[in-house]
């Protein structure tokens, strides 16, 4: 079969920037991802033009451009509503770490752009003028054959930038194709480069990696190349001890199926790849030979923290992530209304319904099979509390501080915001509380001595299990 790609499909902006570049002489291609996708009949997600324009020339040449790799010879085109990246055919020379070329020198063939890039199939151009394709490495046989392949000598690839690696492991996983056998033994060989790599660069990549439909295989590569155990060395213990669940002979195998079990957003997939880490410095055996992980939600919510704090995650994708690491046990058939408004409260309705999405795939990566009624009960009841606002905030009383010392007879002091929050209390537990008369009622009650002492507070620790 003989691939083609179909110049109709190509954005009018993206056209018109080539057609600019031909009628001033210069070289127009279209490359990289947007020609691999495209000839697969996949809708690009990005377009790049190659040119053997200056960058100087192609800002020239167009009323708005941004020049966003100046020194990497890119410059953003604004036209017709949309952006377009246009880069000055480069070699590169010099990787002195591992990580970016010291130096990069224009060049004027386009053959001289495709040697650098990392993947056979990520190497093909297509002339915008003629529509002829050039494919100096056999990116279209390698299409055809559903393979990855280095363009050239693979180890030689990865020692130059090690990101390569676990790109190979995205663009298969995301394709479906395998890695073709000596680019994967370089991987196997290289898989410690990425220890090179800036955090931020790992934990890019590392994400769009647990975007990818099929992440269970996605997993499966970064496992079997040793590449996961880089970037995660938490993960090589979780490959030694036991996971007792059916079918899964560790730990880290059940992690994975977790992972995989959630929707494809990539900070839950990640906590769902970290969620059970906490297991390893638990684990107990009981007098009876039962084996316990007592507090390991805890634990492993700070494992997670740590993680995140070395992968330069944000604070809030840290704390989110580690709070539903921290809960995951805590959703169970009994859990009440009242520890969902104020876990809503808290965080807020996605971060709970998420929470849920975890437990779910938890509960699947344990054996379980199709629905699970509870959590379907329990994401609907997120839902209503949700649709009927019942996560109210203590300001959204329908009493405040001024009404509470009114009614008591007392001043501004701590006893005021006792029991404003003791109210708030309430009204989590029974949102038809939440009315002038209801709650000034308890407040006199409260405030008269007739009633237990502010304090103690009924299912507070419900949040602790
Ligand atoms: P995506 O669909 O994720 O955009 P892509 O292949 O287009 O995939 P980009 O990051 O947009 O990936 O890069 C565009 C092109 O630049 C690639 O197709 C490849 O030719 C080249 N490229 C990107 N990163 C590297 C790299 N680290 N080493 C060599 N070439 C690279
Ligand atoms: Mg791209």
């Given at each position: ?233 938490e993960?090589?213990e979780a490959?030694r001890v036991a996971s007792f ?6 730990l880290?195998?059940h992690l ?18 970290l969620h059970d880490l906490g297991k390893i410095s638990t684990r107990a055996i009981r007098?009876?030979?039962r084996v316990t992980y007592h507090g390991h939600a805890r634990a492993g919510a700070e494992l997670a923290r740590r ?15 580690a709070?539903?690491i921290e809960?995951h046990m805590s ?133 602790e299990r």
């Amino acid at each position: 079969m003989t691939r083609r790609l179909d110049p109709q499909k190509i954005p009018p902006p993206v056209r018109k920037v080539g057609e600019v570049l031909a009628s001033h002489g210069f070289q127009a291609y279209l490359v990289g991802g947007s020609v691999r996708d495209m000839l697969l009949g996949d809708a690009p997600n990005d377009f790049d033009i190659a040119t053997d324009a200056r960058p100087w020339e192609v800002a020239a040449l167009f009323p708005h451009t941004i020049p966003v790799g100046a020194a990497f010879g890119s410059v953003l085109v604004e036209i017709e509503g949309g952006f377009v990246d246009v880069t000055t055919f480069r070699k590169e020379h010099d990787y002195v770490d591992g990580r970016r070329p010291s130096r990069v020198e224009y060049a004027d063939a386009i053959e001289d752009d495709l040697a650098r890039r990392d993947f056979t199939v990520n190497a093909i151009a297509w002339d915008m003028a003629s529509g002829r394709l050039a494919d100096p490495h056999g990116g279209l046989d390698d299409l055809e054959a559903c393979l990855i392949r280095a363009v050239g000598d693979p180890v030689e690839r990865f020692r130059e930038d090690a990101l390569r690696t676990l790109r190979a492991v995205r663009l298969a996983a995301r394709l479906s194709f395998d890695i073709e056998l000596d680019t994967w033994r370089a991987l196997e060989t290289e898989a410690q480069g990425v220890r090179r790599l800036s955090a931020e660069r790992v934990r890019d990549e590392l994400f769009k990696i647990l975007e990818v439909d099929d992440v269970q295989r996605a997993l499966g590569m970064l496992r079997e190349s040793g590449l996961l155990f880089e970037i995660l060395p938490e993960l090589k213990e979780a490959d030694r001890v036991a996971s007792f669940k059916p079918g899964q002979p560790t730990l880290l195998d059940h992690l994975i199926l977790t992972a995989a079990g959630c929707p494809p957003d990539p900070l839950l997939r990640f906590a769902g790849l970290l969620h059970d880490l906490g297991k390893i410095s638990t684990r107990a055996i009981r007098a009876d030979g039962r084996v316990t992980y007592h507090g390991h939600a805890r634990a492993g919510a700070e494992l997670a923290r740590r993680i995140g704090t070395r992968l330069r995650l944000s604070k809030r994708e840290i704390e989110r992530m580690a709070g539903w690491i921290e809960r995951h046990m805590s959703v169970d058939p009994s859990i009440s209304a009242k520890t969902l408004r104020r876990w809503m409260l808290a965080w807020d309705k996605e971060w709970l319904i998420d929470l849920v999405h975890l437990c779910r795939a938890d509960a699947w990566a344990s054996g379980w099979q199709g629905e699970i009624p509870y959590l379907d009960r329990v994401q609907q009841e997120v839902e209503e509390i949700h649709r009927r606002g019942e996560a109210l905030p203590v300001r959204r009383l329908a009493i405040d501080g001024h009404d509470v010392m009114r009614e008591l007879g007392i001043g501004p002091g701590p006893r005021v915001g006792e029991i404003l929050s003791r109210l708030h209390e309430a009204v989590l537990e029974d949102p038809a509380k939440n009315t002038r008369e209801a709650l000034l009622q308890m407040a006199r009650a409260w405030g008269t001595g007739k009633d237990a002492e502010p304090g103690d507070r009924e299912g507070e620790n419900a949040d602790e299990r």
